[in-house]
């Protein structure tokens, strides 16, 4: 009875137009009202809580931190140190991307905003360069991706607020699928590149190596934005509200004084970033409460006592994760399908024994793969309108195809080798 008012409430919720974090919160406060004698000013109480955590500061930081980056055009910058050294690879400056888009995923936390910053640069210069347009969508699409694997992220960000798992274990358990998922992108242009040489054109006019040295070496302000953001936090010298903080403060300091960062854009930048901070605490605040009804009710460790009667293998569980969350990325943007999903998910997985900081980084993968996936997959809509309508939605799809696939193959070697994820978060303890 539970099960079936929860989904139908939520369905119908959902499926009616309402804001996400509207169905969420009036899910909760329905299964309260019903079948808690009455107890909805617990959902409030609860949102109350969480919002008074100090470490969702973290979050409009860390998007703020993006936003200067990409009003600040040292993205372009970077771009132009680096082609010099990957232009010399089977693949040319598709590789530059996947570098660029990594790097810059460890200083942003937002796919949008790193396929948007690498994406306004990469793509008008490939494709004046006779780069197979379809190939430079694919790249700048998985390629931003890695903004929310590599740290500081704002999935494992919210993950860890949510759940009340360490922001900086999870922010180490991403390094390591985050450098073997731009690996396996790169391997990837390097073999089509191979196969059908004209995807990415030889680069005829050859940089000296001096010239190139010199030119890699310049961007020097992004490693120390990168070390001041994530040296601090995994040092222990501060939380990861002070390390986004003394990040957005570096990145404004280098935006006017390596950048282009006007006053006005600054404006700008802390407008937008307010504007996408008040639709995820929208949902926050939704979630919050869906899972406070959820907890109050005991359904998640019911549904375990059920799985353990039933005899069903933890590997199997975690299929049914993957598969419904593969399926509510063709309806739900990445961070509304976790925020949504995290109350009965997370407590299913670790009560089938998956580590904590593990299923972080799992649930992480799933979200960048519902970044691809069409016709929600966000990261094909910011490349689709940074070609100005020139690459359609389905060409943006068929192009990032191959890393979606090799997202699920990262997922796979994740399940087959867990210390992957979990190596450096148990060397650091």
Sequence with gaps: MIWSTLGGLLAVFVFSGAVLGAAL????????HVFANGATSLGVQAVWNVFNEFTLTAIPLFIL????????????????????????LKGGLLHTNIVVCALFGAVSGSSLSVAAAVGSV???????????????IGSLAGGGTLGLL????????????????SIGQLFLAGILPGLLAAGLFMAWIAFASWRDPTIAPPDETR????????????????????????????????????????????????????????????????????????VIAVVFMGAVILAQSISILQLPQKLLEEIAALG????????????LYLLLGLFFDGLSMMIMTLPIVFPLLTGVGYDPVWVGVMVTLMIEIGMLTPPVGMNLFVLVGITRQEATMGEAARGALPYWLLLLATLGLLVAMPGLATFLPEMMR
Excluded: N, Q
């Design 25 to 32: 919160g009036l899910t909760g406060l329905a299964i309260l």
């Design 65 to 88: 931190l993006g936003e200067v980056l990409v009003a600040s055009g040292l993205a372009g910058s970077v771009y132009r140190a680096l082609a010099p050294l990957f232009s010399r």
């Design 122 to 136: 990469a793509y008008p210069e490939l494709t004046r360069r006779g780069y197979r347009r379809r190939a430079v």
């Design 150 to 165: 590599i740290p500081p992220s704002l999935s494992l960000l919210i993950f860890g607020a949510l759940t009340e798992t």
């Design 207 to 278: 940089t000296p190596w001096g010239e190139t040295l010199r030119s890699v070496l310049s961007i020097w302000p992004i490693v120390v934005l990168i070390a001041a953001v994530l040296g601090s936090l995994f040092a222990g010298l501060a939380t990861p509200t002070e390390s986004a903080a003394v990040g957005a403060f570096a990145a404004i300091v280098l935006g006017f004084t390596r950048g282009d960062l006007t006053v006005g854009k600054l404006v700008r930048a802390f407008g937008s970033t307010t504007l996408t901070f008040a």
């Design 312 to 323: 069903v293998p933890a590997t199997a569980t975690l299929l049914v994760v993957v598969l």
